[in-house]
């Protein structure tokens, strides 16, 4: 499995964009990215997905490196809901039927008022 | 609301019991996966089913657990014997066919084993 490097934790202005870094250099050319957030005590959340191009949706941006070795999640305007853990997983296939997700620990964004 | 539902959300119960959860996945979502969280951790995989057939298995997922899936829709997750260990969030997933494959989950059942 394609392993994620992300920083523990990470403070945002209210109204200011979050932008939540990970690392992915052994990532396959067909696995994707993904990330989920959980609020506390909640399960988590899909935010976005992406292979090779950025993404944008309702949520949030999602910026890959043209090598694929980092991604950038970006939230353009943060809120105090925005308060949780954010995941960034390598999608992939297990061998044996299914794609799990590996969920390392995280990054624990704080927005600050 | 017609994402992944769960119950119970919580559920306290002795050392010794059995306890069941059941996962209902969104509607026509074929592919079902369990998976448990410990405290101050990131969900870990237990089980996975495509229809009713459960196709992969963790090493977490020791005897005295098992998962079902009988018609293909609802699942359910028996812990017999409870132990303190198995103290923990689990977490039901479904996704629809196709890749690539976005898992969409539950709430979770919060379960505390005294």
């Known amino acids: 499995d394609a392993k994620t490097t992300q920083p523990p934790s990470m403070d945002c202005a209210e109204g200011r964009a979050a932008n939540l870094p990970c690392n992915h250099s052994t990532i396959s050319g067909n696995e994707y990215v993904y990330w989920y957030r959980q609020i506390h005590s909640q399960g988590p959340q899909y935010i976005i997905h992406g292979l090779k191009n950025n993404e944008t949706n309702e949520m949030a941006s999602l910026i890959i490196t043209e090598d694929r070795k980092s991604s950038t999640l970006i939230l353009p305007h943060a809120t105090l809901r925005d308060t949780a853990v954010y995941y960034c997983?390598?999608?992939?296939?297990?061998?044996?039927?299914?794609?799990?997700?590996?969920f390392g620990k995280g990054t624990k964004l704080s927005v600050i008022p | 609301d017609t994402g992944v539902s769960q119950d119970p959300r919580h559920k306290i119960t002795k050392r010794g019991q059995n306890v069941t959860f059941r996962c209902d996945p969104i509607?026509?979502?074929?592919?079902l996966y369990w998976y448990r969280q410990t405290l101050g951790q990131g969900p870990e995989f237990l089980t996975y089913f495509q229809n009713e057939a459960q196709l992969e298995k963790s090493r977490l997922l020791s005897d005295r657990f098992s998962a079902e899936r009988p018609k293909g829709s609802f699942s359910t997750l028996e812990i017999q014997r409870t132990e303190q260990g198995d103290s923990a969030m689990y977490l039901c997933?479904?996704?629809?066919?196709?890749?690539?494959?976005?898992?969409?989950f539950g709430p979770g059942t919060r379960l505390l084993v005294l």
């Open positions: 997933a479904s996704s629809p066919r196709g890749l690539p494959e976005t898992q969409y």
């Open positions: 997983i390598v999608l992939s296939y297990s061998g044996a039927g299914s794609y799990q997700l590996t």
């Open positions: 509607s026509e979502h074929n592919r």
